[in-house]
């Protein structure tokens, strides 16, 4: 089924994944970053609610991105080459998000070995983080295997 300007159903939602879940990791980093940074952020009601905002602008956006594309009169809106293009791009989100989430916990270890603790605040960030980096790099990844695989996913 051809969407939006003639892309397949797959690649639309990877695009609107792209665009909703970058939003929402903006607003989630200025959450976190503003008014103090990491060491303060557990304690900061306020700064905690916009990140639970912004995560659930995600998660609300791409299931109204979901429902709009969603296919109509029963007609199959994706095939084999879908279901390949998404277990690729699966495969290959699975592994950045455990190389940044592996980096980022030794970097953190790293950083504040002297002090002797890592403040709550970055569990905050690594929690709400993976949630981000994993919804992104999937939409970037589909779009990568399905331009790789012809383009349109129409054949």
């Known amino acids: 089924m051809a969407g939006v300007r003639g892309m397949s159903q797959t690649r639309v939602r990877a695009w609107l994944a792209v665009a909703i879940w970058a939003v929402a990791g903006a607003g989630f980093t200025i959450a976190f970053f503003a008014w103090g940074g990491p060491s303060g952020y557990a304690d900061d009601r306020t700064r905690i609610v916009g990140g639970v905002v912004a995560i659930a602008f995600g998660y609300v956006g791409y299931l109204i991105a979901i429902l709009a594309t969603r296919a109509r009169g029963g007609k199959v809106a994706t095939d084999e080459r879908d279901a390949q293009v998404v277990a690729q791009a699966s495969r290959a989100t699975l592994i950045v998000v455990l190389v940044v989430v592996f980096a980022l916990s030794v970097g953190l ?22 949630v981000i980096l994993a919804s992104v790099v999937h939409g970037v990844a589909t779009l990568v295997v399905d331009g790789r695989l012809g383009g349109d996913g129409r054949g």
């Open 109 to 130: 270890w790293e950083g504040y070995r002297e002090a002797g603790s890592v403040p709550v605040g970055w569990l905050w960030f690594l929690a709400y983080g993976v």
